[in-house]
């Protein structure tokens, strides 16, 4: 199933998605997919990459319970995307500099997913999608050279299967101003 036009929405039904694809990207990473050793947590955080309180994903190393690497999906819509991206860059760095791989998924705003490569302050791996595309899977990296690919659009069909249906067909239903 393609990406949906989330800017079609309100916050509060966005941040329930948001909420259930970040609970199904902790399943899938719990169920197997992260290397023996590490555990995921949904985590209340301090302020995000752009600068509000919001829940992350957290991946932590079990022999130490080090923070090893943070998943985001960023909540807020507008076009504000240079200031955003400006507030950003530090805290993606600071996470970086600490060894902490970091990966923002943005569907809403700019449609763009990020992976940052461990020690480096620019990102690794930068997809842009569309409405209507389906989400690639994205390099999680754990600790350098321990990447693991994450399945964005199998979670984010599960997570668009706990939308209720009343709201899943007003976010595709077509849009009558757009232009085939």
Not at 105 to 122: F, K, P, Q, Y
Request: aromatic share 6%; with cysteine; charged share 20%.
């Amino acid at each position: 199933m393609p990406l949906h036009d989330w800017t079609r929405t309100t916050d509060g039904v966005f941040h329930h998605f948001r909420v259930q694809w970040l609970h199904s990207l902790g399943h899938v990473l719990n169920r197997g997919l992260l290397p023996k050793g590490y555990y995921a947590l949904m985590r209340q955080s301090e302020p995000g990459l752009f600068g509000r309180r919001r829940g992350t994903l957290q991946v932590y190393e079990a022999a130490t319970s080090r923070l090893t690497a943070v998943v985001e999906v960023a909540a807020r819509r507008g076009p504000s995307l240079h200031r955003d991206v400006a507030r950003a860059t530090p805290k993606a760095a600071e996470l970086l500099r600490r060894g902490i791989g970091v990966l923002h998924l943005d569907v809403r705003r700019c449609r763009m997913l990020v992976s940052h490569e461990l020690g480096a302050t620019i990102p690794a791996t930068v997809c842009i999608v569309r409405v209507g595309q389906a989400l690639p899977e994205m390099p999680l990296l754990l600790a350098p050279g321990v990447p693991v690919l994450i399945p964005l659009e199998q979670t984010y069909l599960e997570a668009w299967d706990d939308v209720p249906e009343v709201i899943r067909e007003g976010i595709v239903r077509p849009n009558p101003m757009e232009i085939p």
